[in-house]
């Protein structure tokens, strides 16, 4: 088991930047990747980014460019610094990592994002 915890949500105009932080603690040695999704109303949960054990990280083509996503692994801790935020960034935010051998998902709580226009 893994509990997440994610700080750093907030409002923010268009074009300004705001950096979330997620914290797990548990079983962390068989996490395999950690990542960050989001939900805006009436939408599916989407991926923001992901970066595995070995550094590689992937984006949707969305926030390509935009976000970038960070591993502290001696504080157990993932990033998401988001620069040039849009409107449609506008979402909840969760804090996900896969574990173990089948790559289960485990969430955080969610941190609310709002970008005016």
């Known amino acids: 088991q893994v509990q997440l915890v994610e700080s750093g949500g907030g409002l923010v105009q268009a074009g300004g930047s705001l950096r979330l932080s997620c914290a797990a603690s548990?079983?962390?040695?068989?996490?395999?990747?950690m990542g960050w999704y989001r939900q805006a109303p009436g939408k599916q949960r989407d991926l923001v980014a992901i970066?595995?054990?070995?550094?590689?990280?992937n984006y949707p083509d969305s926030v390509k460019g935009r976000f970038t996503i960070s591993r502290d692994n001696a504080k157990n801790r993932v990033y998401l610094q988001m620069n040039s935020l849009k409107s449609e960034d506008t979402a909840v935010y969760y804090c996900?990592?896969?574990?173990?051998?089948?790559?289960?998902?485990?969430w955080g709580q969610g941190t609310q994002v709002t970008v005016s226009s």
């Open positions: 970066i595995y054990n070995n550094g590689s990280t």
């Open positions: 996900n990592v896969k574990w173990g051998t089948w790559s289960v998902n485990f």
């Open positions: 548990g079983s962390i040695f068989s996490i395999n990747a």
